[in-house]
């Protein structure tokens, strides 16, 4: 399967951003443990990171033809970014939404996620192993079609 995994804004900042919150791994190297884990074997993964809404909007069309299934931490774009949404409803790929933190507990503006409903699953609050346990759910499904 080709899946396609985006980040969003500030999460190339990893490993000093918050560490307390997000892990000290920065992006390469969570990434290169995704890449490399038995689940990935016999996958093939294009990693993408932006800080602009725009450009995960073009990486979404761009890639439509190519990715089987998506895997996307849309960061704080979670939070209100409908446009992100329209792209995913509008490339018609199972998606999973991931995030390192859990965002149910924490402030109130990341508890509502305008992600989730185009979205097979949200998987929160794992860490890293939020990316592992969302490229699961995303073969799981993708197998089943
Ligand atoms: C995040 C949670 C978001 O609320 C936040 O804006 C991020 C990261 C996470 O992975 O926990 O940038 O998506």
Known sequence: MNILVINGPNLNLLGEREP???GSN?????MMWLEKS????GHHFKFYQSNHEGE???TLHDERHWADG????PA???HYSYAIRDAISAVNIPTV???????HHREEFRQISVISKVCIDQIAGLGK??????LKVLLEQISED
């Open 26 to 30: 920065t992006l390469e190297e969570l």
């Open 97 to 103: 939404e991931v995030h390192l933190s859990d965002i």
């Open 20 to 22: 307390e919150i997000y």
């Open 76 to 78: 704080a774009f979670s």
């Open 38 to 41: 038995p689940e990935a074997t």
């Open 56 to 58: 995960i909007i073009n």
């Open 129 to 134: 192993a939020s990316y592992l346990e969302g």
């Open 70 to 73: 998506i895997v996307i931490n």
